[in-house]
């Protein structure tokens, strides 16, 4: 089995993104679930139903979310007509939708849950490390391939996440920091993990801001209007091989595709 997982998708040149990139990324690598985070995608905050359905339009299979999951107001209703689009399980409870899934496709089982940290992270969550236990075994009643995306600020925390669930789930990928780090591996009971994919997005940018507001604010330390910048965009993420039977992983690839999109061409 072979999965995309994207970064973050950043506002409508993250969006764009996904239309343009996502034909090139198919014809090469040939995924079978594509999976991405979607939690800043509508303006760099939260997601919209009608975001998330354009979104889905580009083959993707499930969106994830994070600490801006309620950014949107109208994503409340939403979760209950679209399982596809999940939110961290371990908000608490009576929280709106769900943290995990199973898809299938081409006889294929993926399941996904998507965590959040509580290191630096805002709104507070219950605690992920002890609550994600029975999770996995209601998951694993349906497959062995399974993948969590794991939401939050430090390295240390998605570090230590990944060394929680090594040889319990296929993979463990980092959102949230949108820098792509160079520690992509398999753990030695067959995890695959790294600690943050990158975002989908401008690039020419401060994770994904224009840069001069942002140098002002930290120059001045006055507060900027942080609008979306529009260059250099590209596809972060990584490709994972799956094995079907035991859903121990046998390859984890990083991927840092520039995508040409007419809209932005400058």
Known sequence: MRVAFLGDIVGEPGRLALRYGLPELIAQHGPDFIIVNGENSAGGNGITGKIAYE?????????TLGDHTWDQRDVLGFFEEEPRLIRPFNFPPGAP????????????????INAMGRTFMNPPVDNPFNLIHPILEEVKKETNCILVDFHTETTSEKIAFGWLLDGRVSA???????????????LPEG??????VGFCGPHESVIGREKIPILDRFKTCLPQRMTI????IQ??????DLDEATGKATTIRRIQQPVHVPEYAG
């Open 55 to 63: 979104i889905f339009r580009y083959k993707v299979d499930v969106i």
């Open 235 to 240: 596809l972060d993420g990584v490709i994972l």
């Open 97 to 112: 939708g769900k943290g995990h899934i199973v898809v299938t496709g081409n006889g294929l089982h993926l399941g996904v």
């Open 229 to 232: 910048a529009t260059r250099g």
């Open 172 to 186: 463990v990928v980092g959102t949230h920091t949108h820098v792509q780090t160079a520690d992509d591996k398999i």
């Open 191 to 196: 995890t695959a993990y790294i600690t943050d």
